[in-house]
């Protein structure tokens, strides 16, 4: 196999900064063996803009492609689903009218402050939980047109719905957001569940059917001092909307099927072979957020087909299996 591509940017970088540390246990033999759990939040106001933050920096991973990550005391959110109700999925009896249903027993105690939300597509495990934490907590929503719209039909306020659509960079002062567009994945028959977008604000959703899938995006964070992460929510990717990113970092979702052609090659290739590579939206994500997370056994096999793909084509990078709730630092 051809040696891995060295990246200026990347190179540059890594000369000034030195290589960045992985400070989480049990990442020498590239698995994760049982990390220090995330203390339980106390609720506060949402955090001000600041131009320095205070405190470390952490991410916490929430099940399918959701993250909460506190850079000091501020909190951003990526694709927070947390309640987690049945719709048969995962027991081959899919209701696509299955109620959209919030748990703010099980959100209330995990979310005590967020000043921003980033929604990768508006299927309902990524979108559901994201208008009952927009208004606890204040935070502003960054998606699609079809998440702004969205989130208009919840009755958010426009002022906190930022549509984006793949090339922004958004500056907050202790990190920056860049904004990729992307591809939702494909399932056996090529096709998706609930495709199609919003342009203009719909009755208020009530049915899991009601959020389609609107577009997809990715997001890149990078932490002033710190490091850059890539997130994705779905297993699909146009790699000429990556060059150039070269995350630490990537929280890559495990392809559902194999109608993507050479998805983790192309992936890896076009992140320019991150540090450390975290698998996610693995987990069966209708059942509870409790340690260790359910995987199906078709789920773990694709699991497991994607860690060895991984450690093929990007043999430097190390594979981080993640657990709920744990506080990772990188």
């Known amino acids: ?6 990246h200026r940017r990347r190179l540059l970088r890594d000369a000034a900064a030195g290589t960045a540390a992985l400070t989480t246990a049990g990442l020498a033999g590239a698995a994760l063996t ?25 991410f916490r991973w929430w099940g399918t492609s959701g993250w909460r990550i ?57 979108f559901n939980d994201v208008p009952y934490l927009a208004r606890r907590t204040g935070a502003r929503v960054f998606g699609t047109l079809t998440a702004y719209h969205l989130g208009l039909a919840y009755g958010l306020p ?3 719905l930022a549509p984006v659509r793949g090339g922004e960079m958004l500056d907050f002062g202790d ?70 990113l070269a995350p630490d970092v990537a929280m890559i979702a495990t392809a559902a099927t194999t109608a993507t052609a050479d998805y983790v090659p192309r992936l890896m290739a076009a992140l320019d072979f991150p540090k450390v590579v975290v698998p996610v939206h693995w987990d069966n994500f209708e059942t509870p957020l409790t340690n260790p997370p359910r995987v199906e056994p078709n789920d773990r096999t ?7 793909e991984v450690r093929r084509v990007s043999p430097r990078s190390r594979v981080l299996l993640p657990e709920y709730h744990t506080a990772y630092h990188f």
């Open 1 to 6: 196999m051809p040696a891995p591509r060295i």
């Open 158 to 160: 426009a002022g906190k």
């Open 70 to 126: 506190d850079i000091g005391d501020r909190t951003v959110l990526v694709d927070p689903y947390l309640s987690r109700f049945d719709t048969g999925l995962f027991r081959r009896a899919f209701d696509e009218d299955t109620p959209l249903t919030v748990d703010a027993g099980v959100i209330d105690p995990l979310v005590d402050r967020a000043e921003n939300i980033f929604v990768t597509h508006t299927h309902w495990d990524h």
């Open 175 to 244: 990190y920056t957001v860049e904004v990729v567009s992307s591809l939702h994945s494909r399932n056996g028959s090529w096709s998706m569940a609930f495709p199609g977008v919003r342009i203009t604000p719909p009755p208020k959703p009530t049915k899991i059917s009601d959020l389609p899938e609107g577009d997809t995006l990715a997001f890149q964070l990078r932490v002033v001092d710190g490091p850059s992460v890539f997130f994705m929510g779905a297993s699909d990717l146009n790699e000429r909307n990556l060059a150039g």
């Open 34 to 58: 049982t990390p220090a759990q995330a203390a339980a939040p106390t609720v506060a106001a949402p955090a001000a803009a600041r131009s320095r933050r205070r405190g470390a920096v952490s």
């Open 302 to 308: 694709r699991l497991d087909a994607l860690i060895t």
